[in-house]
Every structure is written in C-alpha cells, then in structure tokens.
C-alpha cells in the first residue's frame, strides 16, 4: 500500500493564479480531510468528505473548492490564489470504522507571491 | 472556543532521560485524545489514542495519561533517543470523530 499520496511535493504560484493540488489513498477509506499547517497555529482543516459525492467545510475553507468522484481522490483547488494561502497543506483519510486513526499523506509546500 | 494549548518551547533533554509533553484543553469534553509524531517535512503518524474512561495508556517506551478534570493529557517518552527528536502533537474530535482539532506541537530534541 502506497497509503496517502500527494502531488506536487512543492508549488510556487503568482497571486491570482488557480491549481490543483492532488491527493490519493489506497486504503479504501470513506472520509478524507484537507488541512492546512502554519507556524505556530497547528493543523487546520480546510474540507472533508465522507464519501464519493459528498463534501462539507472544515474550520478555513473560504478561497478553496473540493469534490470527491470517487473513493480514493480527493483534491484541493485554489481558484485565485492569496499570499494568505502561503502553507503547507495536508491530505489524510480515515476509515469509518474506527473513524479514529488519520492517516497522513507527505504534504504539499505552496508558495504565493 | 475550543482550544488546545500545547507548549510551544521546544524541549531540550538528555538521551536515557523521561521526555514529558503537555496538551491542555478548554471548552471542550473529548471522548478520546490522539497524539502525533511529525518529522520536518513529512505529514503527522499517528502513535497513540486514549479515551475519555482511560487514564493512562502504554506503547512500548511511550506513556499517555488523560485527566478529563483537568483537562490534560501528558504524553511520556520513557529511556530517550535522538531519534525520537521530532515534533509532537496532539488531537481531539470536533463535533465528529474524523474532524480533528491540533495542537500547535511542542518539538522535541533529545540530546547524544
């Protein structure tokens, strides 16, 4: 197993500029979450979703778009970047059985100029 | 608001020493606590979960204890190595299982 898998590992973006930020389990999990990692302020969840079809925003989802065709993408859009969305960004899933353990893909680096 | 407070100096100990982190809560009646490790670079691993009826909890060198009267939870890493410097976080539930709160972290260097 592969486990969570993101791309690109790094991205550097121009304000106003959109992408696309990949993410992919192999687990078969159910729920998949966004997050967002800044100095000092943790782990903040951006959007999640509990099946194919079905979406709902976390704590900072202003600026970001998901959906989820199947069960095991799960991907992020910035329809105009900020230099505010300057983070990290997290991918990671759960199975809904236990709906306990996250399971973390390796991370995203974006940069906003 | 729900918070989570851990502390944000970094921890500087000796290696064969007990490495103690602290993660406060306010507001807030989890029925479980998680803890994290996350190396620079790399996404959380998740090391350890303890529910609200448990108070403590082992893993190898690792200890977990929950105070809900409190609201604390005080994760031990017993005989210290210099691999086991990284930063440590931990995790509640939101309203639901899988919408996880994080704490800040508290980075750990153990020292040869």
């Known amino acids: 197993n592969a486990g969570v898998t993101q791309t690109p590992k790094f991205q550097v973006l121009k304000t106003g500029q959109s992408m696309t930020l990949q993410c992919a389990q192999d687990m078969n999990h159910e729920y998949m979450s966004w997050y967002r990692q800044d100095p000092g302020m943790g782990l903040r969840l951006i959007h999640y979703?509990?099946?194919?079809?079905?979406?709902d925003q976390g704590e900072v989802p202003n600026g970001y778009n998901v959906s989820r065709s199947t069960t095991e993408d799960f991907p992020l859009r910035l329809l105009s970047a900020a230099p505010s969305q300057t983070s990290v960004y997290f991918c990671?899933?759960?199975?809904?059985?236990?709906?306990?353990?996250?399971?973390f893909g390796p991370g995203t680096r974006l940069l906003v100029l | 608001s729900q918070k989570i407070e851990q502390n944000s100096e970094a921890l500087n100990i000796q290696e064969g020493k007990t490495a103690t982190l602290t993660c406060n809560y306010t507001n807030y009646s989890p029925a479980y606590l998680q803890w994290y490790r996350q190396d620079p670079g790399r996404g959380p691993v998740f090391l350890l979960l303890i529910r609200e009826n448990e108070k403590e909890k082992r893993k190898e060198r690792l200890k977990v204890t929950f105070d809900t009267t409190l609201k604390q939870s005080l994760f031990h890493i017993t005989a210290s190595q210099p691999a086991d410097s990284a930063t440590y976080l931990c995790?509640?539930?939101?309203?639901?299982?899988?919408?996880?709160?994080f704490g800040s972290g508290t980075r750990l260097l153990v020292r040869p």
């Open positions: 979703s509990v099946g194919a079809g079905i979406t």
């Open positions: 995790a509640l539930p939101r309203d639901s299982s899988y919408k996880l709160i």
């Open positions: 990671a899933s759960t199975d809904r059985a236990t709906q306990e353990t996250q399971y």
